[in-house]
């Protein structure tokens, strides 16, 4: 059992990493360069967890915090992925991205913990649980294999439509909700902006992220509190990471197979537990190879640019 004093420190640390990355936002003006010493920030804040949490957990525990950090880290690279179209969707200027993102990691704190929370509480009590998880895993890992509609991320989503028809939605990006005539002749009312729907999408694309990521981490540990930190570590550096990413993600043209992969392993690792247990350090391996060969093979073999 983790010591109360433990989730209560990390979260002090997360608060007061937040205030300094705060800081770092108002030092550096050029965007891309703050994000890259806040990338810098997290990251060594993740390493550095790893070796605090040695003398409580062990080489072990902190091998298995390490693991399920990288599985996190490499699958939210395909959140980035979903909120470029979400932001390009709903044509939020690049300005006001970062404070979607912000919200949007805190409602990610929250879900992830209840999640992680449920998700243990069921394998506790029904160890054939962890199977349904291997199944959503490998379903997850089939699904990024096969190729969409060329048109899937461009058509408005139904019920974006469905909530425009029944409450006006303002077009204004400066805040999430306004007071503004709806119509010529109308008087001013209280109304939705275009930012908070986009904040909306980005909650839900998380949550169905996290259908697939919290199975993948508990295949890593099912002690809670490295679950949870591993998480909450791997999506703090998620808004920096958007910002120098955003123009190279389209070049990564093999990460979804990188991706797919991680899943089914995860899902795989989920299968055998019962006759065969992956340990913590080969499934860091394992992690890493993988990623380093999709990044690889992106650079090396970039797609060829449309004829026009």
Same mark, same amino acid.
């Given at each position: 059992m983790t010591p109360l004093s433990y989730w209560i420190w990390f979260h002090i640390a997360i608060a007061a990493l937040m205030g300094v990355e705060y800081l770092l936002h108002l030092a550096f003006p050029d965007p891309r360069r703050k994000a890259t010493y806040a990338l810098i920030l997290w990251t060594a804040a993740a390493l550095s967890l790893a070796a605090v949490l040695h003398p409580h957990f062990g080489s072990i525990?902190? *091998?298995?915090?390490?693991?399920? !950090?990288?599985?996190?880290?490499? %699958?939210?690279?395909?959140?980035? %992925?979903? =909120?470029? #179209? &979400? !932001?390009? &969707?709903?044509?939020?200027?690049?300005?006001?991205?970062?404070?979607?993102?912000? =919200?949007?990691?805190?409602?990610?704190?929250?879900?992830?913990?209840?999640?992680?929370?449920?998700?243990?509480? &069921?394998?506790?009590?029904?160890?054939?649980?962890?199977? +349904?998880?291997?199944? +959503? #895993?490998?379903?997850?890992a089939v699904r990024l294999f096969i190729p969409e509609a060329p048109d899937a991320h461009t058509k408005p989503p139904a019920w974006l439509n469905w909530i425009t028809r029944l409450h006006p939605v303002s077009q204004c990006q400066d805040c999430f909700f306004i007071r503004e005539s709806p119509g010529p002749g109308l008087p001013p009312r209280r109304m939705v902006t275009v930012l908070f729907l986009a904040l909306l999408a980005v909650e839900f694309t998380d949550v169905v992220f996290a259908l697939d990521s919290i199975p993948a981490v508990l295949s890593i540990t099912r002690d809670p509190f490295l679950a949870y930190t591993s998480n909450i570590m791997a999506i703090m550096g998620l808004r920096s990471l958007y910002v120098l990413l955003a123009t190279m993600l389209g070049s990564l043209r093999f990460l979804h197979i990188g991706l797919a992969t991680l /899943?089914?392993?995860?899902?795989?690792?989920? /299968?055998?537990?019962?006759?065969?247990? +992956?340990?913590?350090?080969?499934? %860091?391996?394992?992690?890493?190879?993988?990623?380093? +060969? *999709?990044?690889?093979?992106? &650079? #090396?073999?970039?797609a060829k640019p449309e004829a026009v």
């Amino acid at each position: 059992m983790t010591p109360l004093s433990y989730w209560i420190w990390f979260h002090i640390a997360i608060a007061a990493l937040m205030g300094v990355e705060y800081l770092l936002h108002l030092a550096f003006p050029d965007p891309r360069r703050k994000a890259t010493y806040a990338l810098i920030l997290w990251t060594a804040a993740a390493l550095s967890l790893a070796a605090v949490l040695h003398p409580h957990f062990g080489s072990i525990g902190s *091998t298995q915090y390490l693991a399920g !950090f990288a599985i996190e880290q490499a %699958l939210s690279v395909d959140n980035l %992925l979903v =909120f470029l #179209l &979400l !932001f390009r &969707l709903f044509r939020i200027q690049p300005r006001y991205q970062p404070r979607v993102l912000f =919200f949007g990691i805190i409602g990610a704190m929250l879900m992830r913990g209840v999640f992680i929370a449920a998700g243990l509480g &069921l394998l506790a009590r029904f160890q054939w649980v962890s199977y +349904i998880f291997a199944v +959503i #895993l490998l379903v997850a890992a089939v699904r990024l294999f096969i190729p969409e509609a060329p048109d899937a991320h461009t058509k408005p989503p139904a019920w974006l439509n469905w909530i425009t028809r029944l409450h006006p939605v303002s077009q204004c990006q400066d805040c999430f909700f306004i007071r503004e005539s709806p119509g010529p002749g109308l008087p001013p009312r209280r109304m939705v902006t275009v930012l908070f729907l986009a904040l909306l999408a980005v909650e839900f694309t998380d949550v169905v992220f996290a259908l697939d990521s919290i199975p993948a981490v508990l295949s890593i540990t099912r002690d809670p509190f490295l679950a949870y930190t591993s998480n909450i570590m791997a999506i703090m550096g998620l808004r920096s990471l958007y910002v120098l990413l955003a123009t190279m993600l389209g070049s990564l043209r093999f990460l979804h197979i990188g991706l797919a992969t991680l /899943l089914g392993f995860a899902a795989v690792k989920m /299968l055998i537990a019962k006759w065969y247990e +992956i340990g913590p350090i080969p499934s %860091l391996e394992i992690i890493a190879a993988v990623l380093a +060969i *999709t990044i690889a093979a992106s &650079l #090396l073999a970039p797609a060829k640019p449309e004829a026009v």
